[in-house]
């Protein structure tokens, strides 16, 4: 909050009631002549005490009120013919409102401020007006069509016709005996004059009703409404106290143009109202009018002089310190301090330099909407502040150039005309505004960061926000080209948009360079462009000449999270490769969170194929803390967990998954994605070199996306079977290079564990070895199935290497048999019946296999462990069944002859005598080994086992080592060539431990 000598301007000064109560936006802002005449809606203004009030006499206005009232009250020859063509916004509509509340009601008007300079005016030369009984015709003809009645003039359908029934007041015998005399200059005349009163005839928005009349439908009847126009304005020039008000704007100031119709017909209307009053064009305001409309508008009469005084005062004293010679001398002719007081009491409580820039520079713009533009964008800007300061908070000693809140009244800058309509410019600078400076709800923004920047440093400038009101400033300065060809501002008119006087002794002149060497800086706005004109100021400016990034801004805000969501989810889609695998798979997800029907949702994923499923980004995702739910239902999916789904073949199924962490940086990059995509609709395809830039960043943007989805798939899972049953493998890629949705890859990693063969892999010794952990003999569909449905089989990349490993173990102590019990002669692999289920596939020597009691003695036996198959160990726990959970990992035969033995490649038993193996099995997990005497124990079960190991006379057969050993790098010894030497295979990981 301010303080200081002078009382702060939002002390001095009450904002009208209007404008508190409709949030800046001061209500019914631009008047409606059809309103307050009709009061089809009721409007404040209708009064003539509320009008009086908030208009601003100033000198235009009186003088044409008051030539008006003279040719109306009074039979002096004076000009019948008034014709306004000001753009929009500039104050006709308002006009007509008060002539017509002088015309109907002259007593209530004349006493009024304003009325009493138009009456005083009005009188100069011995003239005494008298409106007593006067009356207005009224025409709105924006609000009437061609041909058509209306409520408002009963019967009629033309020009003529709503003036008679007007002029009448709705008499019909008088209407119809002048519509019978038509559209003539007698008629009219008879009519006006025998009117017997003054006459105000006031025509608003014609051209509204000419563009219909040029419609092919009703252009028929422009002759006759020509013909009318032509004979009332011959008509109101030569009848006595008759005034004839035309609205009617030229051409090169209405945005929306005109057809060639109309604009003929315009120009027939204005050469006639020239022709009849030669000096009835008038323009009702001026731009020096701004600042004291503006303040009738916005606040409650009040005496300023003082503090506009004290303040002026404290600005002079604030500007010794180095600001004088450097900034405010620099800014050109009545723009320093010389006459600075009363410039002040003429703006009070804005800044002088912002009604110049206003006055001289925004007003020039052609479709600048004048009074009504200048008064919505001001009118939110004085709220804003004066609520900053009730509210405790600072607020500026003088509302200038750069305190115009973009968080409120950017919508009302961009629409008030400056753009001349030009959408493009209009988006952009909307672009600049929210990303280089403050954003709707002032929390982001280039220049809020800086403040947050400098004030952490610091450098405040004795204000808030000192980086976003020069920066605001600048924006003010850049909508518009500036006098002699300039653009933007200079670094004087930049640093005196934050010169404050209080608190004392002012803002430092260092601080105020420092705000403005971070803004022009390499980290500051990053729309800024920089000019340096030859022996002048460089200047600055924000440019939207770069309006791709601008537009990709502005597009950014606006796309849908949920749209992200789905780019990714489809994209990856596009990306996703089956490699290896016979199928991929890809699992929408219903909702992205919250319970869903797994069964219904997984239907169609269970079948007797090796596939990939790829699971819906929007729902499933691993690790980050926040993956209970997927694991759970990716779980399920593999037919385990507390809500397993019946599946047959999870064993062939495996999951890939989103990391959780890389799917929001996915995200982000498919925002960018569809951000760009939208920026390439709303250029110029014509513009060759643009359309090539957008398409290119569009191209790079989806590349970066693919990448980052490729990325963000780092998870797969699938089902495994371990000493204690079967589980659910949850596995990730470490390296960038690879992805969950490359099935190669996958295959490659499952291959490494041990999980898939490459392919032509499967050798007959590993099939061997799986057929041996069965009790019975097995179909060859019932084999081919087994690598589908038993998580202990691995996963093979054609079934027809299921069949070259059958036909390799026929030649090697294996045959078929039909169901008769009978060996098939079998000469090639296409002869094996893949999918019979009356074949059985058995050892071709076949001896009676004993199993041992518990606990009991068995007779001859061998133990056959599985095979390793290269690069996949074998692990599993015991399984009684085909595909059950209880399948033994390993299978004692029944010992055989010699001769048997040799045949069959066995390891011969060194006698016939019955010899009794068992299997020791050992589990030390996680044992601590940092205490000396958990070292001793662990070394002295170690050096147990080697001397078992080194016992010359023991029968040994197999032996499983798995050792997981975490230790210090560099204390581990030779135990990985050792390894090696043994057969084994080393993995090194990095531990956290």
């Known amino acids: 909050m301010s303080t200081g000598t002078a009382p702060h301007w939002a002390d001095v000064l009450t904002l009208r009631p209007e404008v508190t109560a409709s949030d800046g936006s001061v209500g019914e802002l631009q008047m409606s002549l059809h309103k307050a005449v009709y009061q089809t809606i009721d409007v404040p203004y209708r009064k003539v005490d509320y009008y009086g009030d908030i208009t601003q006499p100033t000198p235009n206005l009186v003088g044409f009120f008051s030539r008006v009232a003279r040719r109306l009250g009074t039979d002096a020859e004076t000009t019948a013919l008034f014709h306004l063509d000001q753009g929009m916004g500039g104050g006709k509509s308002h006009a007509l409102v008060g002539l017509h509340h002088m015309t109907n009601s002259p007593r209530e008007f004349f006493a009024t401020e304003l009325g009493r300079k138009v009456r005083s005016e009005a009188r100069q030369g011995d003239h005494d007006v008298d409106l007593t009984g006067a009356q207005a015709v009224v025409l709105t003809a924006d609000y009437f069509s061609p041909g058509k009645t209306s409520e408002t003039f009963g019967p009629a359908t033309n020009l003529f016709e709503r003036f008679l029934w007007s002029l009448t007041g709705g008499e019909m015998d008088r209407y119809k005996r002048y519509v019978e005399g038509g559209p003539n200059k007698g008629t009219l005349q008879q009519a006006l004059t025998e009117a017997g009163r003054p006459v105000l005839i006031l025509l608003d928005e014609l051209m509204d009703y000419v563009l219909q009349l040029a419609d092919a439908t009703n252009v028929d009847r422009m002759p006759n409404e020509k013909a009318f126009l032509n004979a009332l304005m011959d008509a109101c020039d030569d009848v006595p106290r008759v005034v004839c008000v035309v609205v009617m704007i030229r051409s090169e100031l209405d945005e929306r143009g005109y057809p060639p119709l109309a604009d003929d017909f315009r120009s027939y209307v204005s050469d006639r109202l020239v022709r009849n009053g030669p000096d009835g064009r008038v323009a009702v305001t001026e731009s020096h009018d701004f600042a004291s409309i503006i303040q009738r508008r916005l606040f409650e009469p009040a005496e300023v002089g003082p503090a506009a005084s004290h303040m002026a005062k404290q600005y002079g004293t604030a500007s010794e310190s180095g600001w004088r010679d450097k900034v405010l001398d620099k800014l050109g002719p009545n723009r320093a301090l010389t006459g600075f007081a009363e410039r002040v009491e003429a703006s009070y409580p804005f800044h002088p330099e912002l009604m110049r820039l206003v006055r001289e520079e925004w007003s020039q713009v052609q479709n600048f909407q004048r009074v009504r533009s200048t008064v919505a964008i001001f009118a939110r800007t004085a709220l804003h502040w004066v609520t900053e300061h009730q509210e405790g908070r600072w607020a500026p000693a003088l509302i200038g150039v750069g305190d115009i809140p973009l968080t409120t009244a950017l919508e009302q800058l961009l629409s008030s005309g400056l753009f001349m309509g030009n959408d493009r410019a209009i988006q952009g600078y909307r672009s600049v505004a929210t990303t280089d400076i403050t954003s709707t709800d002032g929390s982001a923004g280039r220049a809020v960061a800086i403040d947050r920047r400098l004030r952490a440093a610091g450098v405040t400038a004795r204000q808030d926000h000192a980086g976003v009101r020069m920066a605001a400033a600048l924006f003010c300065y850049s909508m518009v080209a500036r006098p002699r060809g300039g653009r933007g501002a200079t670094k004087a008119e930049m640093l005196a948009a934050i010169l404050e006087p209080t608190p004392g002794p002012g803002t430092p002149y260092t601080e105020a360079e420092e705000v403005f060497n971070a803004l022009t800086g390499e980290d500051g706005l990053g729309a800024l462009e920089i000019t340096q004109p030859v022996n002048a100021p460089g200047r600055y400016y924000l440019s939207i000449r770069q309006t791709l990034r601008m537009y990709f801004t502005a597009s950014l805000a606006l796309v849908d999270p949920r749209s992200c969501e789905k780019l990714v989810w489809e994209q990856t889609q596009r990306l996703a490769r089956r490699g290896i695998f016979d199928e991929i798979r890809f699992t929408d997800a219903p909702a992205a969170t919250g319970a869903i029907d797994l069964a219904r949702t997984f239907d169609g994923v269970d079948s007797a194929v090796t596939r990939l499923v790829v699971l819906d980004s929007r729902r499933w995702t691993l690790l980050n803390g926040k993956d209970t739910l997927s694991r759970a239902e990716i779980t399920a999916l593999l037919g385990l967990g507390p809500g397993a789904l019946r599946v047959d073949n999870a064993a062939s199924c495996v999951v890939a998954c989103v990391n959780t962490q890389r799917r929001d940086v996915a995200r982000k990059r498919a925002r960018e994605v569809l951000a760009w995509r939208s920026v390439l609709k709303q250029i110029n395809p014509e513009d060759v070199d643009e359309s090539r830039e957008a398409t290119t960043k569009v191209t790079e943007a989806e590349d970066k996306l693919k990448r980052d989805i490729e ?145 009991a003695a068995s007779r001859s036996s061998t133990t056959i462990a599985i095979p390793k198959q290269p690069g996949m160990p074998i692990s599993g726990g015991e399984p009684s069944g085909l595909f059950g959970v209880d399948d033994h990992e390993y299978r004692a035969t029944t010992g055989q002859t010699g001769a048997s033995d040799a045949s069959n490649g066995d390891v011969a038993p060194t006698s016939l005598e019955s010899t009794s193996f068992k299997r020791y099995i050992i589990e030390l997990t996680n044992r601590s080994i940092t205490a000396p005497e958990a070292r001793e124990q662990v070394w002295q079960l170690l050096k147990e086992l080697s001397k078992v190991l080194d016992a010359p006379s023991a029968n040994h057969q197999l032996m499983s080592l798995s050792l997981t050993f975490i230790t210090s790098e560099g204390a581990q010894g030779a135990i990985e060539q050792k390894a090696q030497q043994a057969g084994a295979r080393v993995r090194v990981e990095d531990d956290d431990f």
Request: charged share 25%; aromatic share 8%.
């Open 711 to 855: 990325k963000a798939f780092q998870h797969y899972a699938y089902l495994v079977r371990a000493s204690d049953g079967l589980h659910v493998e949850f596995k990730r890629f470490d390296d960038d290079s690879k992805s969950s949705l490359r099935g190669d890859q996958v295959w490659a990693a499952l291959v490494e564990a041990g999980r898939a063969t490459v392919t032509a892999g499967l050798s007959a010794d590993y099939l061997d070895a799986l057929l041996d952990t069965f009790e019975r003999t097995l179909t060859p569909r019932e084999v081919v199935q087994s690598f589908y449905k038993n998580p202990l089989f691995p996963l093979v990349s054609a079934t027809d290497e299921i069949r070259q490993a059958i036909f390799a173990l026929l030649r090697n102590g294996w045959e078929l048999a039909d169901s008769d019990g009978d060996k098939l002669a079998i000469a090639s692999p296409e002869q094996i019946s893949i999918g019979s289920i009356s074949q059985n596939l058995r050892r071709a020597a076949k001896a009676v296999e004993t199993v041992p009691a518990t606990g």
